[in-house]
């Protein structure tokens, strides 16, 4: 379980780290001066280290909601536990939705018009990668 947390959040920290980066630091400039290629070098550095980040928050995140919540109990919302767990399961493909919306459809043919759906796009998936955060924090502080 220790290693499990501590991939967990190392993961997180790339993951919510970045977005946070991008939401706060890149995506203010990009707007401001009109120039996609802002977010675009972000993306394309961020990318390698990002989506392998997601991989890891997946398969961790799994392995540790099984020790929390056998997987013959996933039907049920008996405890906080059945529940967070199915919040952060919704929490994560509504992320791969909108990230796979974004690489599949806005980012290869990115124009100025385009930015400002990209760009809700990224906060959404920075606030949905918080909402992550929060919810996991929550396993921790609830004993039942
Ligand atoms: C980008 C995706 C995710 C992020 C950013 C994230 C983030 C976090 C954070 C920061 C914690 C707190 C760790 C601690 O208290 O030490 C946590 C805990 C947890 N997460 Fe995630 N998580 C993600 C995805 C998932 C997924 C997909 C699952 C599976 C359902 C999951 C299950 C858990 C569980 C069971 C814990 C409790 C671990 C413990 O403290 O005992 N997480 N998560």
Redesign the pocket.
Known sequence: ?KWL?LF??L??TI??GGHLILSLGFLPQALRHRDISIILNFEKYFERIGLPA?LV??I???S??L??VPFSAWGSLETSHHV??WI??G??IA?LALGIHARLFIIPRLTTEKLSLLALHIILVTML?VA??I???S??FTYI
């Open positions: 379980m947390i967990h959040v993961g997180a993951w919510v997601l928050q997946a961790t995140g799994v540790m909601a020790i929390y967070y767990l952060k399961l929490l994560l992320t990668g992550l955060v919810t996991g924090m396993f921790r």
